[in-house]
């Protein structure tokens, strides 16, 4: 617990230095005159589109599902993703993650660690997805490299490290004898009750992966991954038909790009300073203001906050939990 509490504070920290450079220079009669200005009515398609996708990683996620338990259906999955991803906007250390494995286990009656193991391959294929969307960005948009090399390199690294652990999780499901093997060696330093805790909660993780021998829903997995992304990153342009901001077509791919590695940063509760520093950098290098980039941003983050959040709310009251219930669970 104690430890949890520091990387909260660690999140604070970074949101509040993050939230420094965001405001650093901002003129407020700018950012009050954008605000007033924009059409908020293009929010409804914003909103509409995000919630589309959350239904999508629902879809998506039953094909992960299927080779633990034939029949969940699509409304308890959706609700479990609605769930998690509310958790992760209103408390810190994206305990959402682990709010989904608790909601959906408890009611299907499913291995934790299985459910989680879902968990991880779905995000490991999107950020593989993001990084197939970032690729097209280089070519599209050369200014990219030319402005942040920095920023194209640590792409590269973290597409190599997806990699690796694509390939672990494939070994593990694959070879899984093997692997528990290596858990076995690796923890043999530790007392036996321990050591044999670690290798039980591998080998359930590792029932979670069945979908690595399903080549179809393999395919289907990588599809959907790449039309909920593309999707996600379109919602961004109504942001921009709602300040009557004029940018190439693929000025809302570039946006995305920016704020999924800023929110990737551990920070406070629904990513605050973090997605907005992050939105204002991708903004600059279309030449868009500071100001205006700060007004962009609240917008853009208030049209994917509060949708998730209510609707995850609704269901966490449907499936009768509570926030302090999933906080106790997931700690």
Same mark, same amino acid.
Do not use: C
């Given at each position: 617990?104690?430890?949890?509490?520091?990387?909260?504070?660690?999140?604070?920290?970074?949101?509040?230095?993050?939230?420094?450079?965001?405001?650093?220079?901002?003129?407020?009669?700018?950012?009050?005159?954008?605000?007033?200005?924009?059409?908020?009515?293009?929010?409804?398609?914003?909103?509409?589109?995000?919630?589309?996708?959350?239904?999508?990683?629902?879809?998506?996620?039953?094909?992960?599902? *299927?080779?633990?338990?034939?029949?969940?259906?699509?409304?308890?999955?959706?609700?479990?993703?609605?769930?998690?991803?509310?958790?992760?906007?209103?408390?810190?250390?994206?305990?959402?993650? +682990?709010?989904?494995?608790?909601?959906?286990?408890?009611? !299907?009656?499913?291995?934790?660690?299985?459910?989680?193991?879902?968990?991880?391959?779905?995000?490991?294929?999107?950020?593989?997805?993001?990084?197939?969307?970032?690729?097209?960005?280089?070519?599209?948009?050369?200014?990219?490299?030319?402005?942040?090399?920095?920023?194209?390199?640590?792409?590269?690294?973290?597409?190599?490290?997806?990699?690796?652990?694509?390939?672990?999780?494939?070994?593990?499901?694959?070879?899984?004898?093997?692997?528990? *093997?290596?858990?076995?060696?690796?923890?043999?330093?530790?007392?036996?009750?321990?050591? !044999?805790?670690?290798? !039980?909660?591998?080998?359930?993780?590792?029932?979670?992966?069945?979908?690595?021998?399903?080549?179809?829903?393999?395919?289907?997995?990588?599809?959907?991954?790449?039309?909920?992304?593309?999707?996600?990153?379109?919602?961004?342009?109504?942001?921009?038909?709602?300040?009557?901001?004029?940018?190439?077509?693929?000025?809302?791919?570039?946006?995305?790009?920016?704020?999924?590695?800023?929110?990737?940063?551990?920070?406070?509760?629904?990513?605050?300073?973090?997605?907005?520093?992050?939105?204002?950098?991708?903004?600059? +290098?279309?030449?868009?203001?500071?100001?205006?980039?700060?007004?962009?941003?609240?917008?853009?983050?208030?049209?994917?906050?509060?949708?998730?959040?209510?609707?995850?709310?609704?269901?966490?009251?449907? *499936?009768?939990?509570?926030?302090?219930?999933?906080?106790? *669970?997931?700690?």
């Amino acid at each position: 617990m104690k430890a949890m509490k520091r990387k909260a504070a660690l999140g604070l920290a970074i949101s509040g230095i993050s939230l420094y450079f965001a405001l650093r220079g901002i003129q407020w009669s700018a950012v009050w005159a954008a605000l007033a200005s924009a059409q908020y009515l293009y929010l409804i398609p914003n909103a509409a589109l995000i919630m589309f996708t959350m239904w999508l990683r629902a879809v998506r996620w039953k094909l992960m599902i *299927e080779p633990l338990k034939k029949g969940v259906s699509l409304d308890s999955l959706f609700a479990s993703t609605m769930i998690g991803f509310m958790v992760n906007n209103i408390l810190p250390l994206r305990l959402g993650e +682990l709010a989904r494995p608790f909601s959906l286990s408890k009611k !299907e009656d499913l291995s934790r660690s299985a459910v989680f193991a879902t968990i991880v391959v779905e995000r490991v294929f999107d950020a593989l997805s993001l990084f197939f969307i970032s690729g097209i960005l280089v070519a599209f948009a050369p200014f990219i490299v030319r402005d942040d090399p920095l920023l194209v390199q640590t792409l590269y690294v973290l597409l190599l490290l997806h990699a690796v652990a694509l390939s672990f999780l494939v070994m593990l499901r694959v070879k899984t004898e093997w692997a528990l *093997e290596i858990v076995r060696r690796v923890t043999a330093f530790l007392p036996g009750r321990f050591q !044999e805790k670690i290798v !039980e909660v591998t080998q359930k993780f590792a029932s979670g992966l069945g979908v690595f021998k399903d080549w179809r829903g393999l395919a289907a997995i990588v599809g959907w991954s790449l039309v909920i992304w593309v999707l996600v990153g379109f919602s961004n342009w109504f942001i921009f038909l709602a300040f009557g901001i004029e940018v190439p077509w693929f000025a809302p791919y570039v946006v995305l790009a920016f704020v999924v590695l800023g929110v990737s940063v551990p920070a406070a509760p629904g990513a605050v300073g973090t997605f907005q520093l992050a939105t204002i950098q991708a903004l600059l +290098l279309f030449d868009i203001d500071r100001s205006v980039g700060l007004s962009f941003s609240l917008v853009l983050h208030i049209g994917n906050w509060l949708p998730v959040t209510v609707v995850g709310l609704y269901y966490l009251r449907r *499936e009768h939990f509570s926030i302090k219930q999933i906080e106790e *669970e997931v700690a």
